[in-house]
């Protein structure tokens, strides 16, 4: 089966999946959410986006200067930082401690920062690509996941590399897993990832059409197809949140257990990075619609919650 048929097969099967066998998602939009900053009237392509534990947003866009802004659980502006820093921006996450992750595929590197924007830690070398082997160089930086623990996994795979490089806590290597391919364990431009509350890894494995799920030590446990082409992965609370950046542009929502879907929200324009604050509110970046949308539950909207 050529990899042409294999995406149509599985955007067909995710349209499916986005208007038919679930109900109407019942989140509301909540239209001009955030107080942009002076100067900003507009966002610029939004690649990343995630929340701390006090609902504070972080945004990552496409904009040299300002490509990592926070805001406040009312969308207050609060800061920017990283001009000059980032050449291609991707991916942001925040850790189990507050510190803010971005990945710059561009430069080929990711950045740790504090909550304020101080620099904390660098993974990779500027400008200096490594193969699949490299314990030191990436080529093809994407996403970014920290487990309880401190391991920091990272999914290096839009590019030429094929694999999720595993770190410890303070930066060191520790394995890779992955390599070219369709198998079991094996990947085709490994996207996003994200870590469960059982130190379970899961990977989208975007041109392959499925999500693939490896315990902390990289052992292939199992894979689900049925996310149609998946961008970008956040779990909170036993629910992943998958959005398919691609012609079915939609979020689906499913518990971590089966994968069973049980929500979505479509109508989305090239949808890249998705997050859930501590009241339910999903936020979502946008790449080609250079917007990060804000959505809530109806109950929330009626009962005059944020």
């Not at 590197?109 to 504090?114: C, E, K, L, T, Y």
């Not at 990289?218 to 197809?225: D, N």
């Not at 890249?272 to 109950?299: L, M, P």
Request: aromatic fraction near 10%; glycine fraction near 12%.
């Amino acid at each position: 089966m050529t990899a042409l048929l294999r995406n149509t097969l599985a955007a067909a099967a995710t349209l499916a999946l986005c208007f038919a066998q679930t109900p109407p998602a019942p989140y509301h939009l909540v239209e001009q959410w955030a107080q942009l900053p002076p100067g900003m009237t507009k966002w610029g392509p939004a690649t990343g986006v995630d929340v701390d534990a006090h609902d504070n947003v972080y945004v990552f866009q496409r904009d040299d200067t300002r490509p990592i802004l926070a805001f406040d659980r009312d969308g207050k502006f609060l800061r920017s930082w990283g001009q000059g820093l980032i050449k291609t921006a991707h991916f942001l996450r925040v850790d189990g401690a507050g510190n803010i992750w971005v990945t710059d595929r561009g430069h080929l590197q990711a950045f740790q920062f504090s909550a304020e924007g101080k620099l904390l830690m660098t993974l990779g070398q500027k400008d200096v690509a490594g193969d699949n082997e490299s314990q030191v160089a990436f080529n093809g930086m994407a996403d970014v996941a920290v487990a309880r623990n401190g391991d920091i996994f990272v999914a290096d795979g839009e590019g030429p590399n094929t694999r999720v490089a595993k770190f410890s806590r303070d930066g060191k290597f520790v394995m890779w897993w992955g390599g070219k391919g369709t198998g079991p364990g094996q990947f085709d431009v490994p996207h996003s990832i994200a870590v469960d509350a059982e130190d379970r890894v899961y990977v989208a494995d975007r041109a392959n059409n499925r999500i693939q799920i490896f315990s902390a030590e990289g052992t292939f446990l199992k894979q689900w197809t049925n996310f149609g082409t998946p961008w970008g992965l956040f779990i909170r609370n036993g629910m992943i949140y998958v959005v398919d950046g691609t012609a079915n542009n939609c979020l689906l929502v499913a518990g971590v257990g089966d994968g069973r879907i049980v929500d979505r929200i479509t109508g989305l324009n090239n949808p890249t990075a998705v997050t859930v604050d501590s009241k339910g509110a999903i936020y979502i970046a946008e790449v080609n619609g250079a917007n990060v949308k804000k959505f809530v539950r109806e109950q929330q909207k009626k009962s005059g919650q944020p």
